[in-house]
């Protein structure tokens, strides 16, 4: 059985691209492998400063990972701040990567331009060594992750293949598995950028937790283009190969058998809102139940949590006795 990790960060509200690009592979693949997903709140530090809100956004979050499909007696659901070893795996990766490679991040670069009037801390340069320790401390073969997370799952290869070639065999090396349909959804209102939580605008984003009458509103307002003609083109048609994709996705249709049942751009995008209202509506619903119960979560959290502790730390000790630190007295 491959060993399979993943994470989100509890940064807002997830959106359709974190659901069709993430996590529904992992509640597909929750049988098929000894998986862990992590909700990363200390990722989520680098750009939320408000006091309080970390907290309450993980437990939300929870809910809504159990409320997608995830079996807590299956699945191992854990929180990154309650597993100490990830900060201290990742002071490891800080020096096992150079200035060179994590300023070529592409998306340190567009973080950190967005934010150019804002505080841009330390952490969201050194973002990728702490997701490097994320993956690395569970032995992960697999990480399943949406297209945007490729450069980040390759600069953990890349850490991984240098931090055993300077102190032996130690990690396993990682490999990035997305999804057929769905690994890159577009932002509506600009079906050029990705779908993501930082957007300058929510029009162009559907919530999990979005109303039904948004999530139609939202696709009947999708920009298309001026052309009339139903064909999955990305270069020439973004807007109108975006919503193929997620019916697709939504579906489990080819692009291909949906293209020839559209003419018109109208029904289209209805049909595409109404397939993904049939997908989160009971989701919502499910989501409203468990977080009437919030000692109930914490509880699964808590079972989670030890065990991604027990594996965290027998890997962080096997990277202490690789470098040869001074074992602790
Ligand atoms: P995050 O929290 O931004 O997103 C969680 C997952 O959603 C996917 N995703 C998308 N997929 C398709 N289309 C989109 N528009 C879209 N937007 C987001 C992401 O690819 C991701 O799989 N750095 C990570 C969190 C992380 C992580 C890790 C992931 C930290 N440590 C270890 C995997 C393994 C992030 O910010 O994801």
């Known amino acids: ?22 996590l529904v592979n992992w509640v597909s693949g929750q049988h098929d492998g000894d998986v862990f997903h992590g909700i990363v709140d200390l990722h989520a530090l680098t750009v939320i400063d408000t006091p309080g809100l970390i ?12 409320a997608c499909g995830l079996d807590p007696d299956v699945a191992t659901v854990f929180v990154q701040s309650h597993i100490h070893e990830h900060t201290e795996l990742a002071w ?18 567009d973080k950190s331009a967005r934010r150019e009037a804002e505080f841009v801390s330390a952490g969201l340069f050194t973002y990728p060594a702490l997701q490097a320790a994320d993956i690395l401390l569970y032995d992960a073969d697999e990480v399943p992750v949406g297209d945007d997370q490729r450069q980040h ?25 997305h999804p057929k349909a769905g690994a890159r959804v577009m932002d509506l209102q600009d079906p050029t950028s990705k779908m993501s939580k930082s957007a300058t605008s ?12 948004s999530i139609s ?40 058998e949906l293209v020839s049942q559209y003419s018109q751009y109208g029904a289209l995008k209805s049909d595409t809102g109404d397939a993904v209202i049939a997908v989160v509506e009971p989701i919502r619903t ?14 699964l959290l808590s079972i989670g949590n030890e065990r991604a502790r027990n594996v965290a730390a027998v890997t962080l000790q096997r990277a202490h006795n690789a470098i040869g630190l001074l074992p602790r007295i």
């Open 1 to 22: 059985m491959p060993r399979v990790l993943s994470c989100i960060q509890p940064t807002g509200s997830v959106h359709l691209g974190n659901y069709l690009g993430a």
């Open 55 to 66: 907290g309450t956004q993980t437990l939300e979050l929870a809910a809504l990972l159990f």
């Open 92 to 109: 490891i990766m800080e020096c096992t990567v150079s200035f060179g490679e994590l300023s070529r991040m592409t998306q340190f670069k």
């Open 153 to 177: 799952i390759e600069i953990t290869r890349d850490i991984a293949v240098r931090f055993n070639h300077r102190f032996g065999d130690t990690f396993i090396l990682p490999k990035a598995v």
């Open 202 to 213: 929510d029009s162009g984003l559907v919530y999990l937790l979005d109303d039904n009458a």
């Open 217 to 256: 509103r939202k696709f009947k307002r999708a920009v298309t283009d001026s052309d009339s003609e139903v064909k999955y083109d990305i270069a020439n048609k973004p807007g109108i190969s975006n919503l193929l994709d997620i019916l697709s996705a939504s579906t489990g249709k080819p692009v291909g």
């Open 286 to 299: 499910r989501f409203q139940e468990l977080m009437q119960d919030k000692g109930e979560l914490a509880r």
